[in-house]
């Protein structure tokens, strides 16, 4: 058993499509029309991951508070220099995990104000 997808709340499919293939090499697993509204059902892969990616129309135009998805990654620190230089815009610098000694974490937002965690292994 596994989990299909993470739905992510977004107000442009594009950007965020863009945003995650450009920084984090996601593919594309689906991208269909679904609707009237000229909203499609999108699902982007990370390398090696079995669970997509799938974007859910966004409600509000606010920021998320708290973290909506945790990535985890084999270098943290290399991970945040290269989102800084597009310009990614970075909440916490990498740090040891208050809640887990000896682990990495960082926090950044996507192009949709998501708020993410990226911690190591």
Request: one cysteine or more; charged letters at 30%.
């Amino acid at each position: 058993m596994h989990i299909q997808f993470a739905e992510l709340p977004v107000f442009d499919q594009d950007r965020a499509k863009k945003f995650y293939t450009d920084h984090f090499g996601c593919e594309v697993a689906a991208d269909a029309p679904m609707g009237k509204d000229g909203w499609r059902w999108i699902e982007l892969k990370f390398p090696g991951a079995e669970t997509a990616l799938h974007f859910v129309r966004r409600n509000d135009d606010a920021p998320s508070a708290e973290p909506v998805l945790v990535l985890v990654d084999d270098d943290v620190e290399a991970t945040v220099k290269f989102l800084k230089s597009k310009g990614v815009e970075i909440i916490t610098e990498p740090q040891e995990a208050p809640w887990q000694p000896g682990r990495t974490v960082a926090e950044f937002r996507d192009s949709e104000g998501n708020r993410l965690v990226i911690g190591s292994r």
